[in-house]
């Protein structure tokens, strides 16, 4: 039980940043003696690469960036939530709610001046320091740890999206040799564009001691072997916490058959021939093989809104100008320091009791603003949206996963209902696997017809009304109040959001 010293302190409240020190190292080493406490700590300068030089650092980062990484890190849903839509609510309530169970914030000053810092640290609450019980607390650790890899690799380094590696790794060549579920290998692998490597990366997350890293550099190295002389860097990283203490990240990282690392000098992130540092959406334009990335990472999210009741949608406004939601550092941009579409939106507010609300939209576009299509996940703090070209695309990459499963043998229902028989868990685990390898190879071999079509639909979808993209006789209602209880969030083509407070209610 939580003991009687311990006080009853109301849930965290998400209105303020936080601080995470962060140790980068070439290898995995003891567990620092609470130097996340004691270092002198150099501020994170968002180089969108390694540092010139290992050693602590700390950046400030929001609840908004972590849930984001959360929503996005892991395996593809296409293949299991293909027909049952609705399920993507409980699957993103899978992914964000041990960080609101778990989590807590507490104020730390560092004996040390850091320019910018917050003087605030995640920890762990009293509910899983003392009412807990392993098998949870290991769940809650594999979440953390891959939620906490996502934020730091994409970020803090810059990489880009990452994929799951049970499904093959990044080089198509050896893709089958990634397919022995029994192998230890690491869990994800993503391309970093300014670096041109591909990345494999492993997360630990909990009290993650030395015997745990050494575990995880073991599993790089099974991966490291089977890429073999193709240019690659391994990175491990350890979210480390324990009640009482803050959270801190360690980042072992390595360098095989590769340029030397990528420095703080490396690469500009305002540099705009980049595209950001490795941010698919700053790379829509041009690229129709980032287009089908960006839809196929926001697939959770849009099954959410495609299969929302139509009570719970809102169309929010937002700058119809992309370039100034474009990533500088972190995973998003804060709205609250866009003044231009705050000034619209009261503006909006001030001429929608006079104007009907077809030509209010239609009015408010013409002013520089466009809707975004939003949710709020049920049993959570946290509302997602797309722009309408991401929405379009995102339905029609649905539609030509949906015809894969019916054309190809082992994944058309009546295969799938002639393999339900009784298997050991290990079976039905590596059955699943299979079918999973060959929807992906499915969808690898559809990408050359895949490109226009999606671009096509992304086109298409900047000038569709929501109800044609709903195929809803009615318009979702236009939020007016936007940024009233929520901390917004957004890239170019998405949206986020969570409470100040506790959980809003659900509007009508």
Same mark, same amino acid.
């Given at each position: 039980?939580?003991?009687a010293?311990?006080?009853?302190?109301?849930?965290?409240?998400?209105?303020?940043?936080?601080?995470?020190?962060?140790l980068?190292?070439?290898?995995?080493?003891?567990?620092?003696?609470?130097?996340w406490?004691?270092?002198?700590?150099?501020?994170?300068?968002?180089?969108?690469?390694?540092?010139?030089?290992?050693?602590?650092?700390v950046?400030?980062?929001?609840?908004?960036?972590?849930?984001?990484a959360?929503?996005?890190?892991?395996?593809?849903v296409t293949?299991?939530?293909?027909?049952?839509?609705?399920?993507a609510?409980?699957?993103?309530?899978?992914?964000?709610?041990?960080?609101?169970?778990?989590?807590?914030m507490h104020?730390?000053?560092?004996?040390f001046?850091?320019?910018?810092?917050?003087?605030?640290r995640?920890?762990?609450?009293?509910v899983y320091?003392?009412?807990?019980?392993r098998?949870?607390?290991?769940?809650?650790g594999?979440?953390?740890?891959?939620?906490?890899?996502e934020w730091?690799?994409?970020?803090?380094?810059?990489?880009g999206?990452?994929e799951?590696?049970e499904l093959?790794?990044?080089?198509?060549?050896?893709?089958?040799t990634?397919?022995d579920?029994?192998?230890?290998?690491?869990?994800?692998?993503?391309?970093?564009q300014?670096?041109?490597?591909?990345?494999?990366?492993?997360?630990?997350?909990?009290?993650?001691g030395?015997g745990?890293?050494?575990?995880?550099?073991?599993?790089?190295?099974?991966?490291?072997?089977?890429?073999?002389?193709?240019?690659h860097?391994t990175?491990?990283?350890?979210?480390?916490?324990r009640?009482?203490d803050?959270?801190?990240?360690?980042?072992?990282?390595?360098?095989?058959?590769?340029?030397?690392?990528?420095?703080?000098a490396?690469?500009?992130?305002d540099?705009?021939?980049?595209?950001?540092?490795?941010?698919?959406?700053?790379?829509?334009?041009?690229s129709d *093989?980032?287009l089908?990335g960006a839809?196929? @990472? +926001?697939?959770?999210?849009? !099954?959410?809104? #495609?299969?929302a009741?139509?009570? &719970?949608?809102?169309?929010?406004?937002?700058?119809a100008?992309?370039a100034?939601?474009?990533?500088?550092?972190?995973?998003?941009?804060?709205?609250?320091?866009d003044?231009?579409?705050?000034?619209m939106?009261?503006?909006?507010?001030?001429?929608?009791?006079?104007t009907?609300?077809?030509?209010?939209?239609a009015?408010?576009?013409?002013?520089?603003?466009?809707?975004?299509?939003?949710?709020?996940?049920?049993g959570?703090?946290?509302?997602?949206g797309?722009?309408?070209k991401?929405?379009?695309?995102c339905?029609?990459?649905?539609e030509?996963?949906?015809?894969?499963?019916?054309?190809t043998?082992?994944l058309?229902?009546?295969?799938?209902?002639? *393999?339900d028989?009784?298997?050991?868990?290990d @079976? +039905?685990?590596?059955?699943? !696997?299979?079918? #999973?390898?060959?929807?992906?190879? &499915?969808?690898?071999?559809?990408?050359?017809?895949l490109?226009?079509?999606?671009?096509?639909?992304f086109?298409?979808g900047?000038?569709s009304?929501?109800?044609?993209?709903?195929?809803?006789?009615?318009?979702?209602e236009?939020?007016?109040?936007g940024?009233?209880?929520?901390?917004?969030?957004?890239?170019?083509?998405?949206y986020?959001?969570v409470?100040?407070?506790?959980?809003?209610?659900?509007?009508a």
């Amino acid at each position: 039980m939580i003991p009687a010293h311990v006080p009853d302190e109301p849930p965290l409240t998400y209105a303020d940043s936080f601080d995470v020190p962060v140790l980068f190292r070439n290898g995995p080493a003891r567990k620092p003696r609470r130097q996340w406490r004691t270092a002198v700590l150099k501020p994170w300068a968002g180089s969108g690469g390694f540092p010139a030089a290992d050693g602590w650092y700390v950046s400030t980062t929001t609840w908004r960036e972590i849930i984001k990484a959360a929503i996005e890190v892991g395996r593809d849903v296409t293949p299991h939530l293909r027909n049952q839509p609705r399920y993507a609510h409980g699957e993103l309530v899978a992914r964000v709610a041990p960080l609101y169970a778990y989590l807590g914030m507490h104020p730390f000053m560092s004996p040390f001046l850091v320019p910018g810092i917050k003087g605030r640290r995640l920890t762990l609450n009293p509910v899983y320091a003392y009412g807990t019980e392993r098998s949870a607390k290991n769940a809650a650790g594999y979440r953390l740890g891959m939620t906490m890899a996502e934020w730091a690799c994409r970020a803090l380094l810059g990489l880009g999206q990452t994929e799951h590696l049970e499904l093959g790794g990044p080089i198509s060549a050896l893709r089958n040799t990634f397919k022995d579920p029994k192998e230890k290998l690491p869990d994800l692998w993503g391309q970093h564009q300014a670096e041109n490597l591909y990345w494999l990366i492993e997360a630990k997350g909990g009290d993650v001691g030395l015997g745990t890293l050494r575990k995880g550099w073991e599993q790089l190295a099974a991966g490291s072997k089977i890429l073999g002389s193709y240019s690659h860097r391994t990175v491990l990283v350890g979210a480390c916490v324990r009640p009482g203490d803050d959270l801190f990240l360690t980042i072992d990282h390595g360098l095989h058959f590769g340029q030397p690392p990528l420095t703080a000098a490396g690469f500009d992130i305002d540099d705009e021939s980049a595209g950001g540092p490795g941010n698919l959406e700053d790379r829509l334009g041009d690229s129709d *093989d980032a287009l089908i990335g960006a839809a196929r @990472a +926001q697939m959770l999210a849009y !099954l959410a809104l #495609r299969s929302a009741p139509a009570s &719970q949608l809102r169309t929010v406004l937002v700058s119809a100008d992309r370039a100034s939601r474009r990533r500088r550092s972190g995973l998003t941009t804060p709205l609250e320091g866009d003044d231009f579409t705050r000034a619209m939106r009261a503006e909006a507010r001030g001429v929608a009791p006079y104007t009907e609300r077809h030509t209010l939209r239609a009015r408010v576009r013409s002013w520089g603003l466009d809707d975004f299509l939003t949710c709020r996940i049920p049993g959570t703090e946290v509302h997602l949206g797309m722009s309408r070209k991401l929405y379009a695309a995102c339905e029609r990459l649905h539609e030509e996963d949906l015809a894969i499963a019916q054309r190809t043998l082992g994944l058309r229902a009546e295969d799938l209902r002639a *393999d339900d028989q009784e298997l050991s868990d290990d @079976a +039905q685990e590596e059955q699943r !696997l299979i079918q #999973r390898r060959i929807f992906r190879e &499915q969808q690898e071999e559809a990408r050359p017809r895949l490109r226009p079509r999606l671009r096509d639909a992304f086109e298409r979808g900047a000038t569709s009304d929501w109800s044609d993209l709903l195929r809803r006789p009615q318009e979702p209602e236009l939020d007016l109040e936007g940024d009233e209880g929520l901390l917004e969030a957004a890239t170019p083509e998405t949206y986020l959001a969570v409470s100040r407070y506790g959980l809003p209610p659900a509007r009508a």
